[in-house]
């Protein structure tokens, strides 16, 4: 079981008026987020888009809120694999300040071709690197290519 921990201060710009996170740049962050997963990994994202023409879009996103972050907390954005499939890859986030929980979300990626944007297997040196990292729990899985 792998679980990948980015810190990061929350930015002037990543809030509204009142100080307080904007969740339109909650998603934002976390797409930095999968970035730095997927390098972690050993996939950085321009060898993937602009050399092997993979692309990983989120095909569904869920997100729950539980507490308010405000201008300059210190948050981390922990993420781990749920379920490695076929052409997707299933990810659970969470996201904590100091005084614990602020949000969590689940999210799925699908491999894509960036040549013709259709899905497409995950190739065998990703998923295998996807697969050691596949958080066990009940329901996670790995589905066979």
Same mark, same amino acid.
């Given at each position: 079981?792998?679980? /990948?921990?980015? $810190? ?5 710009? *990543? ?5 307080? !996170? &904007?969740? +339109?740049? &909650? ?7 999968? =970035?730095? /997963?997927?390098? *972690?990994?050993? /996939? +950085?994202? +321009? ?12 095909? %569904? ?9 405000? /201008? ?17 890859? @299933?990810? !659970? @986030?969470?996201?904590?300040?100091? *005084? ?17 944007? @259709?899905?497409?297997?995950?190739? *065998?040196?990703?998923?295998? !690197?996807?697969?050691? @990292?596949? %958080? !066990? =729990?009940?329901? $996670? ?5």
């Amino acid at each position: 079981m792998t679980t /990948f921990s980015f $810190a990061r201060e929350l930015r002037f710009g *990543d809030c509204d008026p009142s100080g307080i !996170a &904007y969740f +339109p740049s &909650y998603l934002n962050i976390l797409n930095g987020v999968v =970035e730095e /997963f997927w390098a *972690d990994i050993g /996939f +950085p994202w +321009p060898e993937l888009i602009t050399v092997r023409k993979i692309g990983t879009p989120t095909v %569904h996103l869920s997100c729950d809120f539980s507490r308010p972050s405000l /201008f300059g907390d210190r948050l981390t954005f922990s993420l781990r694999i749920g379920k490695v499939g076929r052409a997707s890859l @299933h990810l !659970a @986030h969470v996201v904590s300040g100091a *005084d614990g929980m602020r949000w969590k979300a689940r999210q799925i990626l699908a491999a894509t071709s960036l040549v013709d944007h @259709h899905a497409i297997p995950w190739p *065998d040196d990703i998923r295998a !690197a996807l697969v050691r @990292h596949l %958080h !066990a =729990e009940e329901g $996670a899985e790995a589905v066979p290519s």
